[in-house]
């Protein structure tokens, strides 16, 4: 059974990875679903609730773009985020699209944005 601070640690380091995942605009289906796990078990490592290896940790903070340090250290400021979430997530969105969606999706928001 884990020692009072190690459940301390596993929540504070769960909800550090939330709030990484909610600033850049991504739910827990999606970040879930990259990382290849069920969203019930990313809710569980966000709540502390299960713990982590350091290796899945690494994976999760790749797919968040952070360095394992950033979300290890709890005390630190959350890892400044460029841009706000909504942009964000079209940015994330428009990468994991072909080439060829990402032309249309470009010349799309060209004609909306004039």
């Keep these: 059974m884990p020692r009072r601070r190690d459940e301390d640690l596993l929540k504070d380091v769960g909800r550090r990875l939330a709030r990484i995942r909610k ?26 609730a299960r713990a982590m290896s350091l290796s899945s940790l690494s994976i999760i903070a790749k797919q968040l773009e952070v360095g394992l340090g950033d979300v290890l250290d709890v005390k630190a400021p959350a890892p400044a985020q460029a841009l706000p979430p909504r942009e964000n997530e079209i940015l994330r969105l428009f990468r994991e699209c072909s080439y060829d969606r990402q032309e249309l999706l470009l010349r799309v928001g060209r004609e909306l944005a004039d």
């Design 23 to 48: 600033d850049r605009g991504w739910t827990q289906e999606q970040l879930a679903d990259k990382i290849g796990i069920a969203p019930v078990t990313l809710s569980r490592l966000e709540t502390g």
